[in-house]
């Protein structure tokens, strides 16, 4: 069974600070790792990833994904309070286009 | 372009009773998606919906809950009779094609469900 493992699953940071999410995998045949913001209830996309050592960037958002170690981190700058949420971290197989999320980290970013 | 579009946005049912929710996906999107979140999980897959068939319903409770796609579009996801396990956030989401986007998927607000 696929597995998702997150980490923290929870920080406090003042805005400013810069932080760093983990998301560790297991999955069978692996096709995407994709991350996804949830304020309140609807998860939005941010990055999907599907090769090795090739950042994506969004502003003060990047993600990169390590196949061989079977992690991915997920880094925001410069945070703001509206950084607030909790990110979702998720895998999909070859064979459909299930999610298989983690728990999520609950990030809170204080004035 | 509109979103993915959930009703009601919140219940509270006693247990034993039974709900509904509906969803209505993004316009063109082919493939359907119900997840069931409990508070302090992510959430989970209970059944996925390619046009009206359904092409995965492993985790879904089936002495309890079921789900439709008439006609491809709407979705309806029912339980009955409800347990108090079932309180939860239940999510919504489309996607254009099967497989296509390797996963990107557009949520909707999804239903809070308490079962008390």
């Known amino acids: 069974e696929d597995k998702v493992v997150q980490s923290p699953l929870s920080l406090v940071v003042h805005e400013g600070d810069t932080v760093t999410l983990n998301c560790s995998y297991e999955v069978t045949n692996f096709r995407s790792l994709l991350w996804y913001k949830q304020e309140k209830k609807a998860p939005t996309f941010l990055f999907m990833l599907t090769s090795s050592g090739i950042e994506k960037k969004s502003g003060r958002l990047s993600s990169i994904l390590d196949k061989k170690e079977l992690f991915s981190i997920l880094n925001i700058t410069a945070t703001q309070t509206g950084d607030s949420a909790i990110y979702l971290c998720a895998v999909t197989e070859t064979s459909g286009s299930r999610l298989t999320f983690g728990e999520g980290t609950q990030l809170t970013v204080n004035p | 372009e509109a979103g993915v579009a959930q009703s009601p946005r919140y219940k509270i049912i006693e247990k034993r009773q039974s709900v509904a929710f509906w969803c209505n996906p993004i316009s063109g999107h082919a493939t359907l998606y119900w997840y069931q979140q409990i508070l302090g999980q992510g959430p989970k897959l209970l059944i996925q919906f390619q046009n009206n068939g359904v092409v995965d319903d492993s985790q879904l409770p089936k002495d309890r809950f079921s789900a439709e796609r008439l006609k491809g579009v709407d979705s309806t996801l029912k339980i009955q009779p409800a347990k108090l396990e079932d309180s939860a956030v239940y999510l919504c989401?489309?996607?254009?094609?099967?497989?296509?986007?390797?996963?990107?998927?557009?949520f909707g607000s999804g239903t809070q469900l308490s079962v008390l």
């Open positions: 989401a489309s996607s254009l094609v099967r497989g296509q986007g390797l996963g990107k998927l557009f």
